[in-house]
């Protein structure tokens, strides 16, 4: 069975940054898609960034782009997620995401996922 650990969460003034990470056992790792999804208190779970297998193509959600970055190392069966000039509408928790399939379909869409870490808690204050 696949296990994804995020860790890197924390308490963070408005402006700061963090950096989340995603660790996934099995060594096929180097052939998943990833995703970064958050969900705050009473909202959906929403797209916050993709990554394919080889690292060369990423997506983001609107709200995030220009602010956070995925990438991943292969080598390390790990997934980042650097978060910078992080605002209050930022917290939530945040989910990493795996999608097994060889063909990838619309990774921001959470039915596209196979498997899912427990989440970590990002609080960003003013």
């Known amino acids: 069975q696949v296990q994804l650990v995020e860790s890197g969460g924390g308490l963070v003034q408005a402006g700061g940054s963090l950096r989340l990470s995603c660790a996934v056992s099995?060594?096929?790792?180097?052939?998943?898609?990833m995703g970064w999804f958050r969900q705050a208190p009473g909202k959906e779970r929403e797209f916050v960034a993709a990554i394919n297998w080889s690292g060369k193509s990423t997506y983001y959600g609107d709200s995030v782009k220009g602010r956070f970055t995925i990438s991943r190392d292969n080598a390390k069966n790990t997934v980042y997620l650097q978060m910078n000039s992080l605002n209050p509408e930022d917290t939530a928790v945040y989910y990493c995401a795996a999608d097994q399939n060889v063909f990838v379909g619309d990774l921001k869409r959470r039915e596209t996922y196979d498997y899912w870490g427990q989440g970590t808690q990002v609080t960003v204050s003013s």
């Open positions: 099995g060594r096929a790792f180097s052939r998943y898609a």
